[in-house]
């Protein structure tokens, strides 16, 4: 704790940072550079649509010592043309999945691995899917997902401001994009776990982005009444300052997915769990990127086209111009810590975050502001 | 969402920490105590973690009856479903409408999946219909055939040849010759039967061609009609099961060994009272389906066996016709009055079983194609559970692990915070089960698992304010209360959202996803309660002991550690405090 206790606190105070809003193009070429790979992957390599959208039969059967090839022949048999992919599981059994076969095809399937395996049929698993069952869970899930976005939209401008539900709108698209991308690249396959998986993305993705942006409103407020700091560098240290929160809900909400992840791969060897978790899992790790790298520079770059902050900018700009020509002559105003303006980074400021968040450390403050005073 | 509280919770809040605490540990007791009332202390599992079977129906679209899928088709078709799943001596069947046009049938183990299928997909569409044409086994004969027809080949001999044999349409010579050596043993077969019921085993059916009558369309599809594979006649019994009663129709025998032109339908399914299953020794057609028609049913069915009568073979037989298949077709020598019919046909014990079972309690007004069919032996559905319980536990321990080595002394709060929200959200779980029918399957686990990390996040969140109070020089009791009205904020837009996206999810999807929604949504309530009711008061309390209130090293919030930067005055009074307990 002590060290990463000591960092959150250099970071909250601002004595550490990192520069995420200064350097937000890096990060957006990064992300467009993500992004554009996965749209590529999608168009090339498509999506790897499971049993559940193509319709098919997948049979899970017990322990058995049959092997894998002699049940795909006995499968192949009993299924004529249709593509058999036999997979062991982690607890011995087998799983053999048929795709684009109709329900009824795949009775005398089932019936010919029962026999092979000399077990009831009963003691197989089946799952049958019908094509249009997936088309179904699909289609209400992108009508969920638009739902989802618009009532976010709303609700994030009346909560906050339309500049920050428009960055959440997109850092939001941005996970889903390399969410669906990665799936395509790798190959995963996608079931109804994976949308459910994305859906919840959404959620969690907003959630952690909510947080940041929540910080950033009240770091913001009554942000016109000082011309010390432009927006940009007022945002950027709310972002460091709850840097530390929103690694602690990464990880927090990381690692019960990645032990069902774990559990759902290495003991079940496929099925539903790992499906969610791994979306869930791959969305939550873009999530947490995005919320702090994309989200809030996005809301500063936004807020930097507004007239007020414009003006405030320029201010801001003046005044430090002033304070540099006012350090070349000799000033002592070097000593204050007033040399933060030029670096044009608030991390260099101590004294400015600290009176920004009203802390009562008055002798600080007081430092500080006769040097802006002085011009 | 947080404002209307801020102004009535934050000034007293510090005074009543024992009340609110006082809250939560009376409705634990309250759902724990209606828990072991309702006599209920596990949640009801679903398919998936107890074993079973589940499909899911999709009304289809039938041509010419565009609304047909409507609300009261479909909780007719529930209640018919219901009655006919339940009719197998199933008795914790579920069966409810999903969205517009999805039934999900839920059949716990032990019950022959293959059965339960049969009884819930079927339509149960029944009727008689005069027969126009038939080839039997083989094609078409080469004799009386005046028509052109030419080609109808059809199936191979049911006996003889099976499915094996005769390809698809085409080959009208090949054909021919079986067709020949079969009619004769057939038609023997068939008129045995018949004295007043008429019955024909499906043996029997192999018919005599002849194939006068045709409207063109008929003849051709007729021709091209392929009985051998079980694709052809599923395509077939489709088509035939979408026509109108009033028309007429091509289809296949239900074994693939004939296939049929048939008139209009003369009686229907409705018309049958009451059907059953009865072992019929004396011509050794073994299991037949009996049929009681109501009277209008009754004189419909003499009016037509009287017409039929009079009239030659294969013309004076009707098929009974189910779902688009052919199940029986005999011939009539008399009118049969006395309004009761049988259906013979090659039928086990089972089968007409059945089949008696699904005609007593009626046709489905829609036609389903099943979905979605899942099977889970009950041996994978523990496995399935296992699996959960091991990664919700690993996620749980991994979760406070990560607490505890970040927060210490806090992390005692968010491990209790987190244990009443388990309990809160385990016993309303087994509540909902009882009460709204609530199943715990395994993306609902997901949900809970996942939900780990959105309740202790909002610990997280609170802890961090507090932390942040510390750094700028307070000491814990004013921190406690001054980082409240901050975290609480950010704890309800964030949990708002996230509740947001379960509540949609939960409306606009189907199926599984539900479960997962419904989890979510639930733990997120949880949460807040939990957080306002427990975590809050509880840290409240804990600020007054000297541990957490003096910032002992190993209580997480030591203002040294975490870089606070306060006037002198307060440190020198932390300081001693630490190296006494140190």
Redesign the interface.
């Known amino acids: 704790m002590s060290r990463l206790g000591t960092l959150g606190a250099r970071l909250y105070r601002g004595d550490v940072g990192y520069d995420f809003v200064g350097k937000r193009k890096i990060w957006y070429a990064v992300s467009i550079l993500i992004t554009i790979t996965a749209i590529v992957g999608l168009a090339v390599r498509g999506l790897n649509m499971g049993i559940e959208f193509s319709g098919g039969a997948v049979f899970t059967t017990p322990n058995t010592s049959v092997s894998t090839s002699e049940i795909r022949h006995t499968a192949e048999q009993a299924a004529d043309d249709h593509t058999v992919v036999v997979q062991e599981l982690g607890r011995g059994g087998l799983r053999i999945q048929i795709s684009e076969m109709g329900t009824k095809e795949a009775l005398p399937v089932q019936e010919a691995l029962a026999k092979k395996l000399d077990v009831s049929s009963n003691k197989i698993d089946t799952q049958l899917v019908g094509p249009s069952w997936g088309e179904q869970i699909a289609s209400k899930a992108w009508q969920g997902l638009a739902i989802f976005m618009v009532l976010v939209v709303i609700y994030l401008a009346i909560a906050f401001e339309w500049r920050m539900a428009v960055a959440a709108l997109i850092a939001l698209i941005h996970d889903i994009t390399i969410t669906v991308g990665i799936y395509a690249l790798v190959g995963f396959e996608v079931t109804p776990g994976t949308v459910i998986g994305l859906l919840t993305i959404l959620g969690y993705s907003l959630y952690d982005t909510v947080v940041v942006f929540d910080g950033l409103k009240e770091a913001s407020k009554d942000l016109t009444k000082q011309n010390r700091f432009t927006y940009s560098e007022v945002a950027n240290r709310s972002l460091n300052s709850t840097l530390v929160r929103s690694i602690n809900t990464t990880v927090v909400a990381l690692l019960p997915v990645g032990a069902l992840l774990f559990i759902g791969g290495g003991l079940l060897g496929a099925g539903m769990l790992n499906d969610i978790s791994l979306s869930l899992f791959v969305g939550l790790a873009a999530g947490a990127y995005s919320s702090i790298f994309i989200a809030t520079p996005l809301v500063a770059d936004l807020k930097e086209r507004d007239p007020r902050m414009k003006a405030l900018a320029k201010r801001v700009r003046a005044k430090r111009a002033a304070a540099a020509k006012a350090e070349a002559t000799g000033d002592r105003s070097a000593e204050e810590g007033d040399d933060g303006p030029d670096l044009e980074d608030a991390a260099a400021a101590p004294a400015g975050l600290v009176g920004q968040r009203r802390q009562p450390a008055s002798r600080n403050r007081g430092r500080g502001r006769p040097s802006g005073k002085r011009r | 969402?947080a404002a209307p509280k801020k102004g009535r919770r934050s000034p007293g809040s510090q005074g009543r920490p024992g009340r609110a605490l006082a809250v939560i540990l009376i409705a634990i007791v309250a759902l724990t105590g209606g828990m072991f009332i309702s006599g209920h202390t596990t949640p009801r599992l679903g398919i998936?973690l107890a074993g079973g079977t589940s499909f899911?129906l999709?009304a289809k679209n039938q041509p010419g009856k565009p609304n047909a899928i409507n609300t009261d088709n479909m909780n007719t078709a529930v209640s018919i479903i219901e009655r006919r799943v339940n009719g197998l001596g199933v008795t914790e069947s579920e069966v409810q409408t999903q969205?517009d046009k999805?039934i999900i049938v839920n059949i716990p183990k032990g019950m022959?999946?293959?059965q339960a299928r049969q009884q819930v997909g079927t339509t149960a569409q029944l009727y008689f219909r005069p027969v126009t044409t038939t080839t039997a086994s083989g094609g078409k004969t080469p004799e009386p055939t005046p028509t052109p027809t030419p080609t109808a080949s059809g199936k191979g001999d049911k006996g003889k040849q099976g499915e094996k044999s005769g390809q698809p349409s085409g080959s009208p010579s090949a054909s021919a010759s079986t067709q020949g050596r079969a009619v004769p043993g057939a038609l023997k077969a068939d008129k045995t039967p018949t004295p007043g019921s008429s019955e024909t085993p499906k043996g029997g059916q192999t018919k005599k061609p002849s194939a006068p009558d045709n409207q063109n369309d008929l003849a051709k599809d007729f021709a091209a009609l392929d009985c051998t594979t079980?694709?052809g006649r599923?395509a077939a019994a489709e088509k035939a099961a979408n026509a109108k009663p009033s028309d007429s129709i091509i289809a296949c025998g239900q074994k693939g060994d004939a296939k049929y032109v048939l008139g209009p339908s003369k009686v229907e399914g409705t018309d049958v009272d009451d059907a059953s299953s009865v072992f019929e020794s004396q011509n050794a057609s073994g299991w037949i389906v009996q049929l009681d028609f109501n009277n209008k049913g009754a004189k419909k069915f003499a009016d037509v066996t009287g017409e039929l009568a009079a009239k030659q073979d294969p013309q004076n037989r009707f098929a009974i016709t189910l779902d688009g298949e052919v199940v029986s077709a005999p011939s009539v020598d008399t009118a049969i009055t006395g309004g009761r019919a049988t259906i013979s046909g090659g039928f086990t014990q089972q089968s007409s079983e059945d089949l008696a079972n699904v005609l007593s309690y009626g046709a489905l007004p829609l036609s389903f194609?099943?979905?979605?069919?899942?099977?889970?032996?009950a041996?994978?559905g523990g496995?399935?559970l296992q699996?959960?319980l091991?990664?919700?536990a690993?996620?749980?321990a991994?979760?406070v692990l990560?607490?505890v080595?970040?927060?210490?002394g806090l992390a005692l709060v968010a491990m209790a915070s987190l244990g009443v929200s388990a309990i809160l959200t385990y016993t309303i779980m087994v509540l909902l089960g009882p009460g709204i029918g609530f199943a715990l399957n395994?993306?609902a686990?997901?949900?809970a698992?996942?939900a780990?990390?959105?309740t202790?996040?909002s610990f997280?969140?609170y802890f961090?304010r507090i932390?942040?109070e510390i750094?700028?020089?307070r000491s814990l009791r004013p921190a406690v209360e001054r980082g409240w009205p901050?975290a609480r904020?950010?704890i309800l837009?964030?949990?708002?959202?996230?509740f947001?996206?379960?509540a949609?999810?939960y409306i606009?999807?189907?199926?599984?996803?539900q479960g997962?929604a419904f989890t979510?949504g639930l733990t997120t309530l949880l949460d807040v309660a939990v957080v306002f009711l427990f975590t809050k008061p509880l840290m409240s309390i804990l600020a007054r002991r000297p541990f957490f209130g003096n910032g002992h090293r190993w209580s997480?919030l030591d203002p040294e550690?975490?870089?606070?930067?306060p006037?002198l005055r307060r440190r020198r009074s932390a300081a001693p405090a630490d190296t006494k307990e140190a």
């Open positions: 969402m998936d899911t999709e969205g999805h022959n999946a293959k079980k694709k599923a194609d099943i979905a979605d069919e899942t099977t889970v032996s041996a994978l496995e399935q699996a959960g091991i990664a919700g690993i996620g749980m991994l979760v990560y607490l080595i970040y927060y210490r395994l993306p686990v997901c949900g698992i996942v780990i990390g959105i202790a996040d997280i969140v961090e932390r942040d750094r700028e020089g901050r904020r950010t837009v964030s949990d708002f959202v996230s947001l996206a379960a949609v999810l606009v999807t189907v199926g599984k996803v997962f979510l997480g550690r975490l870089g606070a930067k006037p």
